[in-house]
């Protein structure tokens, strides 16, 4: 069973000091940038926003979502245990993330913000239907990194709101 709910402060210090990417995707580790350090391991930073996924009693991954200026737009950031990546698991995880974030925030669009080097996850957000809508240079990890924006479209109802 597979459950979500808010991070808790235990596992926001154990993905702060423990999961470590291999290479290239070290770019992910909290510890790469200070900013994401300090918020993942601050209950009040962190707010409502983290959300901690726990399959079969493990911790398995975590999300955020964050509001943006338009309420019918949401932007999800999110990572999975470093053992688990590169085993064709994303797409599910996402899938659960996204099923979550539907039916608490009922968006209409959700934006995922992706390294641009990150052409794993592009794929996996490809593959759920997300475009890419833009690049843009974001300041991250001591420096300014190339980064795609992709959207979702989920909802195009009117009548939701």
């Not at 459950?3 to 909290?30: C, K, R, S, V």
Request: with cysteine; glycine share 6%; net charge negative.
């Amino acid at each position: 069973m597979t459950t979500i709910a808010p991070l808790t402060q235990n596992n926001a210090e154990l993905i702060a000091n423990t999961w470590h990417y291999d290479g290239i995707y070290n770019f992910y580790d909290m510890s790469s940038d200070p900013e994401d350090y300090e918020e993942i391991l601050s209950p009040k930073l962190r707010a409502n926003h983290y959300f901690q996924v726990v399959a079969e009693g493990q911790l398995t991954g975590f999300f955020m979502v964050e509001p943006t200026d338009q309420p019918s737009i949401v932007e999800v950031g999110l990572g999975m245990k470093p053992s688990l990546t590169d085993q064709g698991k994303g797409q599910q995880f996402v899938q659960l993330i996204l099923a979550f974030v539907n039916t608490h925030y009922h968006p209409e669009t959700v934006i995922f913000d992706v390294a641009e080097f990150n052409i794993r996850a592009q794929t996996c957000y490809r593959n759920l239907g997300f475009m890419p809508v833009k690049r843009h240079w974001q300041a991250t990890n001591g420096g300014q990194y190339p980064f795609v924006e992709m959207q979702l479209i989920l909802n195009t109802d009117s009548d939701h709101h």
